[in-house]
């Protein structure tokens, strides 16, 4: 971890243009019938940001992916503390909870259609239910790590269990729970574009699964790699505060 | 996620006999309570029947479907495909990790690249691929691989790092070169870790080439899960849903399984 901090701003910048150099041969190697250059893709992302659809597209997509991400976090946070404070629950629940993470989630898609209907609560519950599991997890390795020693400090103190959660383990667990936010965040996000892929008629997901079956390079390529702009400055900020956390 | 898996190993071990046998108790409660609770929403008519049949109905449906072999042709392609790209995945992954391992300048520059790569949608690259391949079993392998690989690639890399260096000298002391040091030393080392890692590349494979399949195919498991579902066939889609998750679930825990048995023959706790 330590030698990690050596010069990562250079690292980050021979990442970017080594991934768009690659980007550009891949361009000069496949051609036009399949890819756009990264300079098309671009001036075609910005002649779309000029349109307003593309913006209602986008704030549901972002407004979809707060309330699963918010849903995620809050149940992730609930059944990982549940499970965490109770031994026998705890260790019977999490290699069923693994068990339920390993699945194709993408599977479940028709399922969710058919019980949510085609709209918002669809993607919703996508985006949540690729979140919730790994925020559970990590919160609940992080309640059953934190040193038993703060724990016996609470009991002496005779703190009631409300307090013990507030003034101890979560304050104790913040960096661990910091971490599963940061996964649950990225999976929380792709989950909610795959939901709006498959299950809604709006939304940067559906403006993807529009381009796919028109077969419109230029939108596929820009909404693409508008989403990983997005999904990799975020989580670049996130890994930021979560190794502050861990090493501050 | 894969130290949350070894910690679960290790409380498994720690506990006692009586202990593992009241948590399965526990385990099969919690699953036969579920299953129940479904099928009286189901019968209450509380969950309709066009959005879910009972149960006992995808079972029957399940066991019909098995027994008449109607679906054998896609379930054997949708399988065949995860499989390979979970084969080449793996190979490959496993291949860069080792390598990737000695370098650690190229793996600081990558790892940004590892930790956001799960938040690209990559089957925005499906079309892309079809035009390049064709529309056949090449493009969804090959989601299915872009999907696992990077797993396997930072799983491997994980095991490595705690390899002891006293295992590393001990190969340099017996003069072994890079690729044997790997093959006999480092690698076995870390089987553990490559098992996870084998548990995520099969995961990551069974969503790409379903999840490609849903979008444009024709034939498959996800293809005929999606026919069904826009001729709200619930007799033929929730079966076929059932099936894939049973197999990945039963992949996922014979795997787990052999990750126990390593790490308890190892006398790890």
Redesign the interface.
Known sequence: ME??E?A?LR??V??IV??FLFWQLAYLV?GD???RSPWQTMRFLGALMQTDVFWLHLADTLKAFAVALAIAVALGLLIGFALGLHR??G??????L??L???????????I???FGVGISAKIAFGAIHGII?VA??T??AI??IKPILIKTGRVLKLSPTVMVRAILFPAAVPEIFTGIRVGF??T??GT??GE??AAQRGL?YL??NA?SL?N?DL?MS??FL??VL??SV??LL?AVDRRLHHG | ?E???R??LK?DGA?GQQ?MS??RL??LA??AGFILLLEALCLAAVIDK???PPPHIIARDLVRMVADGRYFGDIGKSLANVLLAFATAYVLGVATGTILHGY??AR??????F??Y????V??????FI??FGLGDGPQVLIGILLAVVAVIVTTLNGLDRVPPVLKKTARINGLNPLQTALRVTLPFCAPYLLTAA??A??YA??GV??SE???ARAGM?YE??Y??TNFDNAT??PL?LM??LL??AA??LL?YWERVLLARRGQK
């Open positions: 030698k990690e050596r990562p690292n980050t021979i990442l080594g991934l496949v019938v399949a890819l026998l629950s260790d019977a629940m999490e290699p069923m693994v068990a993470y390993s699945i194709p989630k993408i599977t479940l898609y028709p399922i259609l058919l019980a790994p997890l990590i609940l390795s059953r790590t990225s999976l996000l792709i574009v795959l892929m498959f997901g993807l699964m796919i077969y390079i596929i909404v693409t989403l990983v999904a990799a989580n670049a890994l | 996620m130290d949350i898996a910690r679960i409380d506990n202990h009241r948590l526990y385990q919690i699953i066009i959005t879910m650690r300048t600081d520059i990558l790892d940004p690249l930790a956001t799960y938040a690209i949608p089957f925005a690259f499906y079309p892309l035009v390049i548990k995520l099969l995961a069974f969503i379903i999840g849903f979008i444009m996800g899960i999606s069904a579902y889609m929730y849903i894939i998750l990945s679930i996922n825990s787990s």
